[in-house]
């Protein structure tokens, strides 16, 4: 209906459905049927014609308006065709889960823009089973999630391992000084990650599992806040590996305490996209290398 519209638009613009003609290289009785066929698919008339002159009906200064925008927003998608056909970049939008937007997703985008700087990345976040629905609706192009799926119609590529880690402040590492056990997680004060993600489901699983009740004094959804109120709190948290890096431990007086039943609670962050036709060439070959 692009064409219909447009078409609209010049006779309103000329006041004239002859001067119309002329100028789009139709017959007067040819634009006069494009017309009609567009009153039809519209239900309403757009022209009432008073005399020799057209005017416009309500829902015919309605559908100009309409016109005059559908028309700027197609100019403006075909320069973005030009300026991107013409500059080789090409656009990604990459989804993220609640868990990866803190931890894989800040490097991974740094690594991604070192290799491939004609990417131009537009990231979406939310919880795994809502990124797993952009990824499979074709609203995001790829995702990194913190789990594997089995999902028909998406592809998943393997990253990582990643496993839970024991995080406590300094000043309760003193008091503890003997080396700690899962079994040491039982009425420990702790501050854990909300519920609603991958990683929290891990978390609850070990509890689960060795039968642990530790003492939560508050959920969040920032590994940063969790972070930073350990000391304040005098509370230890549970951590993925990859979210892990000395000079954050460093900076917040922090120690990692090994646990061996915590280094088995393994999850694969993998990244996932839907058919690989759908997907720029650039985009299909350089996932194809991240998966070699």
Request: hydrophobic share 40%.
């Amino acid at each position: 209906m692009i064409e219909e519209f447009n078409m609209f638009a010049a006779i309103v613009e000329h006041s004239s459905m002859n001067k119309a003609a002329t100028l789009l290289n139709l017959s007067q009785p040819a634009l006069s049927r494009k017309i009609a066929k567009l009153e039809e698919e519209i239900g309403a008339k757009l022209f009432e014609r008073v005399g020799k002159r057209l005017e416009l009906t309500r829902v015919g200064q309605l559908t100009y308006e309409y016109a005059v925008n559908l028309r700027k927003q197609h100019r403006r998608y075909m320069d973005s065709v030009a300026e991107y056909t013409a500059a080789g970049r090409t656009s990604l939008t990459i989804g993220a889960s609640l868990t990866t937007l803190q931890t894989t997703l800040p490097d991974f985008i740094k690594t991604l823009n070192a290799s491939h700087p004609e990417f131009d990345i537009k990231a979406v976040t939310g919880k795994t089973h809502e990124i797993v629905s952009l990824v499979r609706d074709n609203k995001a192009d790829i995702a990194i999630i913190a789990s594997m799926i089995e999902d028909s119609q998406l592809h998943c590529v393997p990253l990582f391992d990643d496993h839970l880690l024991l995080v406590i402040p300094t000043s309760v590492a003193v008091m503890n000084q003997e080396a700690l056990t899962i079994e040491d997680l039982n009425g420990l004060p702790m501050i854990l990650f909300s519920k609603g993600t991958w990683y929290r489901k891990l978390t609850d699983e070990v509890f689960a599992k060795y039968h642990l009740q530790p003492d939560v004094r508050m959920e969040i959804d920032s590994f940063e806040a969790i972070v930073r109120l350990l000391h304040t709190c005098r509370a230890a948290t549970l951590l993925p590996h990859s979210y892990m890096r000395k000079q954050l431990l460093a900076d917040n007086e922090l120690i990692v305490v090994p646990i061996r039943e915590l280094e088995e609670t393994k999850r694969t962050t993998c990244l996932i996209h839907n058919d690989p036709s759908d997907l720029h060439p650039a985009v299909r070959r350089w996932i194809s290398e991240l998966g070699r």
